[in-house]
């Protein structure tokens, strides 16, 4: 028993040590010397207490390396989010809204123009939006290449044939780049994003070569409301206090999970919301797509890739992300 006690300790002295090391990487302050001096400074602490703790040396060394990574700990406390930093363009303003009956006001709208990745031009709008002229939502799932993984949007239509565009996503700072491994270390603070359709599907399809598809759901109009709302709400909570990205609990499927889940509390939990390049067949289980036809036959009409890529200048591109070839038609009914 003492012996399988003192492997479980040192376990954990392991799995907690790696913790450190990689939190002191993503958080240390200073440069690159600093971070690398601080986590082999840590792993030099750990590698101790695992040494003495195979010597069989008393309890000193737990006792040490509990004070210790409670220190860590009580570091790791005082990281806190910022909506003050150095933005990148594209998440450079927060988005904000307004509620007046039915009428929503969205402020900082993002209508980039890409040519590159960093080749842009930069637009930001002030939209209104009746909420009686909501007539349709659709998922957006960007994908690039890696199973399992894609990129989720939500698109909302409109009478007029208007889309709004929102995307919950890293809101990094001018100089990084986004690392899965980093945003489970709050390396990221949140953001959601309103944009266009030319500006934030074109980006993956014609700038970055990401496959999308776009899958039109199955809801009436008090869940469209109610689903706006929530997404413009939490915006605004963001704005007011912002919150860490992270690569599993608060991503651009379980943000809006918990979104969801008030306005349908039956909404089941499911892997696939963290395994989004999946997320169709979560929405075909759920009933919020057509289940008319099969799922496979609905992942191919998905398929808006070739499309956005035909898309000319001055021509609708949402008009024509949703018309398969020939003109025959949307590409899913509301």
Not at 63 to 69: D, E, L, S
Not at 98 to 107: F, K, P, Q
Not at 256 to 267: A, E, F, G, H, Q
């Amino acid at each position: 028993m003492r012996r399988m006690l003192r492997g479980l300790a040192m376990a954990a002295v392991v799995l907690t040590g790696a913790w450190g090391v990689l939190a002191l990487w993503f958080q240390c302050p200073g440069g690159v010397a600093a971070r690398w001096g601080a986590c082999v400074a840590w792993g030099i602490v750990v590698a101790a207490v695992l040494a003495c703790a195979w010597r069989r040396r008393g309890a000193w060394p737990w006792a040490a390396y509990a004070c210790a990574f409670a220190g860590l700990l009580a570091w790791w406390g005082t990281i806190r989010p910022s909506n003050h930093r150095d933005w990148a363009d594209d998440v450079a303003r927060p988005l904000a809204a307004s509620v007046d009956g039915r009428r929503v006001t969205l402020r900082n709208v993002r209508d980039f123009d890409w040519r590159s990745d960093t080749d842009y031009d930069v637009r930001w709008l002030t939209r209104r939006y009746d909420l009686d002229a909501l007539s349709s939502a659709d998922v957006v799932l960007s994908s690039w290449g890696v199973p399992g993984i894609a990129h989720a949007l939500v698109s909302f239509g409109f009478d007029d044939g208007s889309h709004v565009v929102f995307s919950v996503e890293i809101r990094r700072e001018r100089s990084e780049a986004y690392s899965a491994l980093g945003g489970f270390f709050r390396e990221f603070e949140l953001a959601i994003v309103a944009a266009t359709e030319r500006d934030i599907i074109r980006v993956r399809t014609n700038v970055r070569g990401e496959h999308d598809q776009l899958y039109r759901l199955r809801l009436g109009r008090p869940a469209l409301r109610a689903w706006f709302l929530a997404y413009a709400r939490a915006a605004d909570r963001l704005a007011a206090r912002p919150a860490f990205y992270n690569t599993l609990g608060s991503n651009c499927a379980t943000v809006v999970y918990r979104m969801t889940k008030p306005i349908d509390p039956s909404l089941p939990w499911d892997y696939r919301l963290l395994l989004t390049g999946y997320l169709p067949a979560y929405l075909y289980k759920v009933g919020v797509l057509d289940r008319g036809e099969p799922l496979g036959l609905l992942e191919r009409r998905a398929d808006i890739t070739a499309r956005a890529r035909a898309v000319a200048a001055g021509q609708d591109f949402s008009r024509a992300i949703r018309t398969p070839a020939g003109g025959g038609g949307a590409i899913a009914k509301p």
